[in-house]
């Protein structure tokens, strides 16, 4: 009797921690806020803010965090015309072909990482030319070419 009760209580114990850690993992950012490194501490209310998702969709908007739910108003989405070097577009987002309405509400596990924006950098001032009736559109990214090391001799 005692290998029975003890095989059951081993089974138990395992689905006990089983179910903690999946408990865990699906609250962990709800747990993240509870024991410090809240991301909403970080967002600066005075700007908008860039966030990135974890497909490489970019939105700005002024960023509000409860919990695990990114919450964005005042939405804005870089919109690339032609191809590689071609001109790239700040639309302001409601005017797609599914009339989306505000605010975006984004999951957390969707987000990258978000970025607090300074007030002179190319998008703000876009933001600020749309916000005044004027289309805008951004100069074409420009990347700086990887080095390619050197190969070292070998012997």
Same mark, same amino acid.
């Given at each position: 009797? !005692?290998? $029975? &009760?003890?095989?059951?209580?081993?089974?138990?114990?395992?689905?006990?921690?089983?179910?903690?850690? !999946?408990?865990? #993992?699906?609250? &962990? %950012?709800?747990?993240?806020?509870?024991?410090?490194?809240? +991301?909403? %501490? *970080? $967002?600066? @209310?005075?700007? *908008?803010? /860039?966030? $990135?998702?974890?497909?490489?969709?970019? *939105?700005?908007?002024?960023?509000? =965090?409860?919990? %695990? $739910? *990114?919450?964005?108003?005042?939405?804005? /989405?870089?919109?690339? !015309?032609?191809? @590689?070097?071609?001109?790239?577009?700040?639309?302001?987002?409601?005017? +797609?072909?599914?009339?989306?309405? +505000?605010?975006? =509400? #984004?999951?957390?596990? /969707?987000?990258?990482?978000? +970025?607090?924006?300074?007030? %002179?950098?190319?998008?703000?001032?876009?933001?600020?030319?749309?916000?005044?009736?004027?289309? /805008?559109?951004?100069?074409?990214?420009?990347?700086?070419?990887?080095?390619?090391?050197?190969?070292?001799?070998?012997?």
């Amino acid at each position: 009797m !005692a290998p $029975v &009760r003890r095989l059951t209580l081993i089974v138990v114990a395992f689905v006990a921690i089983v179910l903690f850690v !999946a408990l865990a #993992i699906g609250q &962990r %950012d709800r747990i993240r806020a509870v024991f410090g490194g809240a +991301e909403a %501490d *970080y $967002v600066d @209310t005075t700007t *908008y803010q /860039s966030v $990135v998702l974890t497909t490489n969709q970019v *939105y700005f908007g002024k960023l509000k =965090i409860d919990g %695990d $739910v *990114y919450t964005l108003t005042d939405v804005y /989405s870089l919109n690339a !015309a032609g191809d @590689t070097g071609g001109t790239i577009q700040l639309v302001k987002r409601g005017n +797609e072909l599914h009339g989306p309405e +505000e605010p975006l =509400i #984004i999951p957390g596990r /969707s987000v990258l990482f978000f +970025e607090n924006m300074r007030p %002179d950098s190319q998008v703000m001032q876009a933001i600020a030319k749309i916000r005044a009736g004027q289309t /805008s559109t951004l100069p074409p990214a420009t990347a700086t070419p990887a080095r390619t090391p050197t190969p070292s001799p070998t012997r």
